[in-house]
């Protein structure tokens, strides 16, 4: 079953952060003894953590949105069955088993969630960011969506319903944006370069003057 949250009236109480795995402590620890002798650089692996995270990942959800933006057999497709289709473009995987895309429109704008803790669809936007992990964004997209929106730099009309969806272990979101004015004509390659992860998490939209590398790095 689709869960989501409209922003009437909704109050979720997760405020509280999820304690470190005992792997997370372990590769914590094991960090800190290489960094201690020297056999790592912090900054190195915080380039390559970045790169996942903003880079590689999303690329792959981009080719999926503009595929389903150019191919109206295949936006059938991933709307029935988001896991076949993402799969059928190569994407799958762990935290990608049961996907589900909701699609914006001029009447609803969707965002993703983890309330519980960081659910995120790794096969087709990478590693999650920090914001998304955080307990105050967890916590405040189901109570206050477009307040918090707007401290991403989107306004969401009155006129413009929020649905919020709350991904869990078993079940993952993946928001596909609305295919902006002015770009009839592009190729998917060319529609893929626009696409942002913000936008498929709904905390963003795409732009047609926008490349990914730009608006990724101005999402941070």
Not at 4 to 28: F, I, T
Not at 130 to 153: C, D, H, N, S
Not at 196 to 215: K, P
Request: glycine residues 6%.
């Amino acid at each position: 079953m689709n869960k989501h949250h409209d922003d009437h009236g909704h109050h979720h109480d997760h405020d509280h952060g999820p304690l470190p795995s005992d792997v997370e402590l372990r590769v914590k620890a094991l960090e800190s003894l290489l960094v201690d002798k020297k056999l790592i650089d912090t900054k190195a692996l915080d380039d390559l953590v970045d790169t996942y995270e903003n880079r590689i990942g999303p690329r792959n959800g981009a080719a999926v949105v503009a595929r389903s933006w150019t191919d109206p057999a295949y936006h059938a497709r991933l709307m029935e069955n988001g896991t076949d289709a993402i799969a059928e473009l190569g994407f799958s995987g762990v935290q990608g088993e049961e996907m589900v895309i909701v699609e914006n429109t001029p009447d609803i704008h969707n965002v993703i969630v983890c309330t519980l803790c960081s659910c995120y669809p790794w096969p087709v936007l990478g590693l999650p960011p920090a914001w998304y992990k955080a307990a105050p964004y967890r916590a405040r997209i189901v109570r206050e969506p477009r307040t918090v929106l707007q401290e991403f730099g989107l306004f969401v009309p009155d006129s413009i319903e929020v649905r919020v969806w709350d991904s869990s272990a078993e079940l993952r979101y993946m928001v596909l944006p609305m295919r902006p004015a002015g770009t009839e004509g592009w190729s998917a390659e060319q529609l893929a370069a626009i696409i942002t992860r913000d936008s498929m998490i709904g905390t963003g939209i795409v732009t047609a003057s926008a490349s990914i590398d730009t608006a990724l790095d101005e999402a941070l």
